[in-house]
């Protein structure tokens, strides 16, 4: 082989070796680039923006839940700190006495969070397991509490509002409107999922996930697992401090539900729903939480019992998350056996179907029943259909069609069971 020829194809394979490693990350941005120029509208750029924020809010809680094993409870805190920090730096630049530009701010949320979890870290990480859960959530209500009496700094319960349009240009850009806030929350967005994955293959992070899975073993190897758990709770507050500060450039306002409890619970359920054992689970989490907080809620009154239940048939029937049932059948899709299962799917999909048709059609009915009758009457539709909640009728149509989902289930499950091991089988021996 002569030398040129050794060079085309070692640069050949370089260039195949660069689109390995760094492929998803180019994948990645070029969707962020695109959809504002797919989904127009202002609904749709608002939506976008907040799956940006959720997505560095749930990664940087999956550094502390998935890759050391820490469950949090209060994780809101150091969002929220960021965020009013944030706020309040946007209103001093406005008044001409700080002179940064607007894609700053973010990282002075971010400080706010680093320098709080060095504070409360220095505290909680001191233990693990459930002594460091219960720290955690006794910190988060403590702060919560505070936010309604520091009224200087937390504006009590109206919170406190800037405008990021009379802030310095960057560029000659004001981010008055939604698609210049869009590309840089999505900057923000891009560059924290590089950072934070780039921390997964650290040495520092493999040891947090030994930490996660042996905290012995790694204490007889010479490590601290204690001072591997407050550097990350460090770190982890960092980013959630970003995500704060870039929740304040997109509202324009933090108030006191952005350090609650509940804000802390979103964040868990966005982590459990996508995975926790992916770096990708969190990401997932957060844009299906988002589109089911935004639509959702706008079809129903009972959105938030759907949001429970969710988390329960995950937590139960789906550990992994959606990360993990994409990755359960990465390896049939790679070896050429996914189809043989597809048919099983097809046919699971009629009692799913059914399942959550008699399911939906019991909650409605139910909350209607309880909470719209005494304004609208028993009157209601549902699916387009339109009936009297007060008739026994539509509560024995749901039931039936809940008692027939499961009885199919019963019936096909293990078939469908068998089916996915025999697919499962066939992509790890090639037959």
């Given at each position: ?317 789906a550990p992994g998350g959606m990360a993990g049932l994409v990755m359960l059948h990465l390896p049939l899709a790679r070896r050429g056996t996914l189809h043989r299962i597809l048919p099983w799917y097809g046919l699971m999909a009629i009692p799913a179907a059914m399942g959550l048709g008699g ?65 499962a089988h066939g992509a790890e021996t090639g037959k």
């Amino acid at each position: 082989m002569s030398d040129t020829t050794a060079s085309a194809a070692s640069r050949s394979l370089s260039a195949m070796d660069l689109a390995k490693r760094y492929g998803i990350w180019i994948i990645a941005a070029a969707i962020m680039l695109v959809l504002p120029k797919i989904f127009t509208s202002g609904a749709a750029l608002t939506t976008m923006c907040l799956m940006g924020i959720m997505i560095v809010f749930s990664l940087s809680y999956n550094m502390l839940l998935g890759q050391t094993g820490m469950l949090s409870f209060g994780h809101a805190v150091y969002y929220g700190l960021g965020g009013f920090l944030a706020v309040h730096a946007m209103n001093t630049i406005a008044g001409g006495k700080l002179p940064i530009p607007l894609p700053v701010v973010p990282l002075v949320g971010g400080l706010m969070g680093l320098v709080f979890g060095i504070i409360f870290g220095a505290v909680s990480t001191r233990r693990a397991g459930t002594v460091f859960a219960m720290i955690s959530l006794g910190l988060g209500e403590l702060i919560a509490s505070l936010s309604l009496i520091l009224r200087g700094f937390f504006g009590g319960e109206e919170g406190i509002t800037a405008n990021r349009t009379k802030m310095l240009t960057f560029w000659g850009v004001r981010f008055g409107p939604q698609i210049e806030v869009y590309y840089l929350i999505a900057a923000w967005c891009f560059v924290c999922m590089v950072a934070m994955y780039a921390f997964t293959r650290t040495p520092l992070g493999r040891l947090c996930n030994a930490v996660r899975d042996n905290p012995e073993r790694t204490e007889f190897i010479g490590y601290s697992t204690q001072m591997v758990r407050f550097i990350t709770f460090c770190i982890s507050g960092f980013f959630a401090g970003i995500a704060g500060g870039l929740a304040a450039i997109n509202f324009e306002l933090m108030n006191a539900v952005n350090i609650s409890g509940g804000q802390s619970g979103v964040v868990l359920l966005m982590s459990f729903i996508g995975g926790i054992g992916h770096f990708a689970g969190p990401i997932l989490g957060a844009v299906l939480v988002v589109l089911l907080q935004v639509f959702l809620s706008d079809l129903t009154g009972a959105w938030m019992l759907y949001f429970g239940l969710l988390f329960v048939l995950m937590v139960m029937f789906a550990p992994g998350g959606m990360a993990g049932l994409v990755m359960l059948h990465l390896p049939l899709a790679r070896r050429g056996t996914l189809h043989r299962i597809l048919p099983w799917y097809g046919l699971m999909a009629i009692p799913a179907a059914m399942g959550l048709g008699g399911l939906i059609a019991l909650i409605e009915t139910a909350h209607h029943q309880l909470v719209r009758t005494a304004n609208d009457g028993p009157a209601m539709t549902l699916f387009g259909i339109a009936y009297n909640s007060n008739s026994i009728l539509p509560w024995l149509v749901a039931l039936a069609l809940m008692a027939g989902a499961l009885l199919l289930g019963r019936k096909w499950g293990p078939q469908f069971a068998d089916a996915f091991g025999t697919a499962a089988h066939g992509a790890e021996t090639g037959k």
